[in-house]
């Protein structure tokens, strides 16, 4: 069954009238978030957000390759973890750490990456649930992948101490602007930083 | 002029009538708050402090050490910056990544500790007036008091690196809560986290 044949069957299992011409990816993801908010994201599945927008859950494969996916649509990250993190993970152990501040500046060095890291900082500052869900989204498909790729020892612990820094640098960079970090080129902060994330990453560390 | 007299001469200048037993003290907070929030921490002075609560200049410094001890106090912090900073830094330099881990975490991994974080962040993330007064404060008052007492080359660099780790500490432990990191023992933070504090303090940057 291809994607297009999907989302042409998939009426049959709404609940209630859908006006000609909704937004059904915008209901998935509206059903989404409240799903994320309530559940967290681990307990989340793709089925139960499909329960939830009323729609068959092959809509939902149909215009979100998975979760993750699904997440960055709700938080409107400007990223789809599951493609961008592994490639750029993938390459050189010895310049991962490198490879990593790189691709999180290119990331986040946007006109729109500012606001989203604050408005995802406002929320898990505020709300518990919001916390919990970003919690478990950096732990299984942000640094859980990055040290997946790697293979290393205590792979929770040095996805940990990657996200300090990494979420450390948004924070010092993007939200309070401390200066001359906030303004660096990006080129300069891979420089200063990517020994720190690499040591985090492979260097023993007892 | 002694401190207790200072604080009874006050009283003539005040605007408006005072119930007897009001908290003078927390007039004071409550005047700073506001004048942080409207002119920046830099912008603030302890006189303009003392003209907003309608009391005499000398019952603010009865009151408040410095200014830093002023936003102690209107932020909640559970540490006095000017001492207790120059004291985490005085010793061998070889050392300075570790006392400072050590000192943050002595401060912060407290029941109080955590709210006040998230109070601090939540606030950083939601208004610009909130954000521009802590990246002042933490600009001359800690990191900018770290970096100084060390003598070294990039003051403002340095710092800047290691508020990234420590605010990014903050955020991983306090806010978020990624485990590991967020349930380790104090010391165990400290091996993991010092080189890096270190390095960003006395190492070679470029």
């Known amino acids: ?31 989404a978030r409240l799903a994320f908010a309530e559940h ?30 699904l997440f960055a649509a709700c938080q409107q990250l400007p990223f789809n973890p599951t493609e961008q993190i592994d490639r750029a993970v993938a390459g050189d152990p010895d310049h991962v750490g490198e490879r990593l501040v790189r691709f999180f500046l290119s990331t986040w060095d946007s006109v729109e990456g500012r606001p989203r890291i604050m408005a995802l900082v406002a929320a898990a500052s505020t709300h518990e649930d919001a916390a919990r869900t970003l919690r478990e989204f950096l732990a ?43 303004s660096a080129e990006p080129e300069d902060v891979v420089r200063w930083l990517a020994p720190t994330v690499q040591r985090y990453l492979t260097a023993p560390l007892d």
């Open 140 to 182: 299984r498909e942000v640094f859980g992948r990055v040290v997946a790729g790697l293979g290393t020892d205590v792979p929770e612990l040095r996805g940990s101490l990657v996200a300090s820094q990494l979420v450390g640098l948004a924070m010092a960079r993007y939200v309070v602007r401390v200066e001359p970090l906030a």
């Open 40 to 69: 967290g994201y681990e307990a989340t599945s793709l089925r139960a957000v499909a329960r939830r927008a009323g729609v068959d859950p092959a809509l939902v494969h149909h215009y979100f390759t998975d979760k993750a996916a």
């Open 1 to 31: 069954m291809t994607a297009p044949e999907r989302d042409a069957t998939a009426q049959p299992r709404r609940r209630g009238r859908r006006p000609a011409g909704s937004d059904t990816r915008a209901e998935i993801v509206t059903a």
